[in-house]
């Protein structure tokens, strides 16, 4: 079994696990490399994909997602909304900030917040159709408790006796965090995750288990970019303990990018403690 297990974020359900790995291996290399770790093997990095679930069923590449729009996005995805669009506010002085509380609860929250998100600089190359989509993968694995299994399934059938670090980006980083809390015992010493939405409270408060259980891990890095919306609240040891160590990367106007995020040095080094 390999050494790391990568762990994806949202929107990958058109790609696989091999498709993933061709981007993933090589940032990975150079993060390495950059921190003096070892040599990143043929075979150290397997990719644990989940993303097909996302996939609408009896579709082609051709026809591409579900055509959703504003009045498709729900209350718990609204919620999810206004935390990026008050992230989005803090780190981009193009965007104004929410209206407050009257906002929130008006019916046209959902369409106000995309339209104003749309146009920020971190979300402005989604198209309202994906923008909305990639909404409802992280909602659906937290609300959809078949699915939710299903996704972490995946991860922890990836984790085998050989595996010590398990990296994730993204929402991959609340299914890696699920799936090793359900897995003691298991021999991974470092989880490193990348842009985590983890600290943001629609996500937090819906963990199972919650924040108060570490995953069995010695060692916990959180890697962000301070202009990542995905990642509203950076600091994640203010709901998971002083045992999460985070670190601030530049991933430049690309601050989610999950190979961004592998090349970076702080990356290579948290990855590299787990292997020594």
């Not at 021999?187 to 819906?206: E, H, I, N, W, Y």
């Amino acid at each position: 079994m390999a050494r790391i297990v990568g762990v994806h974020g949202v929107g990958k359900q058109r790609l696989g696990s091999n498709t993933l790995l061709k981007d993933w291996e090589p940032a990975l290399a150079d993060g390495l490399d950059r921190a003096g770790g070892p040599r990143l093997a043929s075979g150290d990095l397997h990719m644990a994909f989940y993303g097909d679930l996302f996939r609408p069923p009896g579709r082609t590449l051709a026809v591409g997602d579900p055509m959703f729009t504003a009045d498709d996005v729900d209350e718990a995805e609204t919620e999810l909304l206004m935390e990026w669009w008050a992230e989005c506010a803090r780190v981009d002085p193009a965007v104004p900030p929410p209206g407050g509380d009257t906002l929130a609860r008006s019916p046209r929250a959902a369409q106000t917040a995309l339209r104003v998100l749309q146009h920020s600089r971190f979300f402005g190359g989604l198209s309202l159709r994906a923008l909305v989509f990639d909404l409802k993968q992280v909602r659906r694995y937290l609300m959809d408790d078949d699915l939710r299994v299903a996704a972490r399934k995946q991860v922890e059938e990836a984790i085998g006796p050989d595996t010590r670090v398990v990296v994730a980006h993204s929402l991959g980083s609340v299914v890696a965090f699920e799936a090793l809390c359900a897995r003691p015992g298991h021999g991974v010493r470092a989880l490193v995750t990348l842009g985590s939405p983890l600290g943001m409270r629609m996500v937090v408060d819906r963990l199972r288990p919650g924040p108060e259980t570490w995953p069995g891990t010695t060692s916990w890095t959180n890697v962000i970019d301070e202009g990542d919306v995905v990642a509203a609240v950076k600091d994640l040891s203010l709901f998971f303990g002083t045992g999460v160590v985070g670190k601030v990367v530049h991933n430049g106007s690309h601050a989610h990018d999950a190979t961004l995020y592998l090349t970076a040095k702080e990356t290579g080094e948290a990855v590299a403690e787990g292997l020594a």
